[in-house]
């Protein structure tokens, strides 16, 4: 079975780094573009960032550029978000999505369950 | 960035009635290949999302096909056709043919 798996909210100060994992299963993410969706309590949902199949394009939502940024271990089987100098405004449960390309790309096909990031002093 | 923007934001529906959120972007969202990259998305209370609906008019396996998805160019809709218990939550169009990928404010779906 087709399954992600994120980890690592947390409760964390204005200023502070995060690393959230997304630990796939049943396939194997080198072979897929990987994207970071979240969801802002009491609004809707936000793309935030992509890396592409090898992780060498990495595609980044204005809001998270030069502080988000993502990394894969292949070996581990697994998706990072690295978030830095995190703001209360990047409070949000954040997922991990695949995009699947049979036949057609742009298929948002597998979505984690999700990782609460409250950012609070 | 392209600004996605649903109609209604809310919807209370009878069970067993028809229901349709309709979705405009600001601008066209036909990529460059020919395709037209938009999704509907589903979230179910205390659920993560998941697409029903992909290029417009397309069900991914296991979706009930009380949904439907249909539009062009920049004017699109998703149709419930018999509205049930379990559809109750919160839908959104999603545009990724453009980065940044955006997706609508969001239309909840709630039963009379």
């Known amino acids: ?121 | 960035d392209i600004v996605m923007t649903q109609t209604p934001l809310s919807s209370p529906v009878t069970l067993g009635q028809p229901a349709s959120i309709s979705c405009r972007s600001s601008q066209s969202l036909v990529h460059s290949d020919g395709n037209t990259y938009l999704s509907w998305v589903q979230q179910r209370p205390g659920q993560p999302p998941r697409v029903l609906i992909y290029k417009i008019s397309n069900r991914f396996s296991g979706v009930p096909d009380r949904f439907s998805g249909s539009g062009a160019g920049a004017d699109f809709t998703l149709k419930i056709s018999r509205v049930e218990a379990e559809d109750v939550g919160l839908y959104y169009c999603m545009q990724a043919t453009h980065f940044p990928y955006t997706f609508g404010q969001g239309t909840k779906l709630e039963i009379k």
Not at chain 1, 6 to 34: H, I, K, N
Not at chain 1, 40 to 53: A, R
């Open chain 1, 1 to 121: 079975e087709v399954q992600l798996v994120e980890s690592g909210g947390d409760l964390v100060q204005p200023g502070g780094s995060l690393r959230l994992s997304c630990a796939a299963s049943g396939f194997t993410v080198s072979g897929y573009w990987m994207h970071w969706v979240r969801r802002v309590p009491g609004k809707g949902l936000v793309w935030i960032v992509s890396s592409n199949d090898d992780g060498r394009t990495i595609m980044h939502a204005d809001s998270v550029k030069g502080r988000f940024t993502v990394a894969r271990d292949n070996a581990k089987n697994t998706l990072y978000l690295q978030m830095n100098s995190l703001r209360v405004d990047d409070t949000a449960v954040y997922y991990c999505v695949r995009e699947d390309c049979s036949g057609h790309c742009k298929k948002f096909d597998t979505w984690g369950q999700g990782t609460l990031v409250t950012v609070s002093s």
